[in-house]
């Protein structure tokens, strides 16, 4: 029972909340640069999250915020 049902209802929201951390992830960083979220999110599906997280990082400065 534990085995053929609950591990693997686990392992599903373990999942679920892992993409959600790094589509959050990325929404917060493009804010945080200035930029609109959507494109990267659409990126992020068409491309990797991941990925979208390493371009901003590297080629996107913060923006201060007064």
């Known amino acids: ?3 053929d049902v609950i591990l693997p209802l686990f392992v599903l ?3 679920v909340v892992i993409v959600w951390a790094l589509f959050s ?26 990925a ?4 901003l990082w590297l080629f996107f400065s913060v923006e201060e915020s007064n």
């Open 25 to 50: 992830l990325v929404g917060e960083m493009a804010r945080d640069r200035g930029h609109n979220p959507w494109p990267w999110w659409l990126l992020s599906i068409a491309w990797s999250p991941i």
């Open 52 to 55: 979208s997280i390493i371009i």
């Open 13 to 15: 929201a373990l999942m």
């Open 1 to 3: 029972m534990l085995v």
